[in-house]
C-alpha cells in the first residue's frame, strides 16, 4: 500500500526518467560523428535511463493506493 504522495513522487520520476532518457539517447546519437566514446556513452546512458523508466511503469501498476481514513464507510 502506497500513499498518493509517493504515488506522485514515483509518476514523476517515471517521466523524467522516460523522457530525459529519450533525449539523451537522442544527444548520444547525434553527437556520434564528433566523439564517438561519448556519443556511445550518451546512447547506453540514454538506454538505460528509459528502461529504468519503463521498469517503473510496472513496478507503479503493481502498487495499491492507501485508501484514506475518513473515506470509508461503516458497515453496520
Known sequence: ???P???ARLDTLV???IF???????LGIASHDETAIGGWSLSVLGTLAT???VVL???RSRLRETPEPGA???KP
Open 5 to 7: 504522495r509517493t504515488l
Open 72 to 74: 470509508q464507510s461503516n
Open 20 to 26: 530525459g532518457g529519450l533525449f539523451t539517447l537522442v
Open 51 to 53: 528502461a529504468a523508466g
Open 57 to 59: 511503469i510496472y513496478v
Open 15 to 17: 517521466w523524467t526518467l
Open 1 to 3: 500500500m502506497a500513499t
